[in-house]
C-alpha cells in the first residue's frame, strides 16, 4: 500500500516547496512595490514644497 502514496507525497512535497516559493518570491515584491512606493511619496513631497508654491491651480 506504500507505493500507490508515495507519487502523491512526492507531489505535495513539490506542491508545497511551489507554494514557499511563491510566498517568498510574493513578500519580496511586495516589499519592492512598498520601497517604490515610499520613494515616490518622499520625491512627491520634495517637489511639491519647491514647485508647488510658484504654481496657480
Known sequence: M???LR???NG???DGRK???LQEENARLKSMLADALLKLELM???TG????SGKDR
Open 19 to 21: 507554494l514557499r516559493e
Open 7 to 9: 507519487p502523491a507525497a
Open 12 to 14: 505535495e512535497a513539490r
Open 49 to 52: 514644497r519647491r514647485g508647488g
Open 44 to 46: 512627491r513631497n520634495r
Open 2 to 4: 506504500a507505493q500507490p
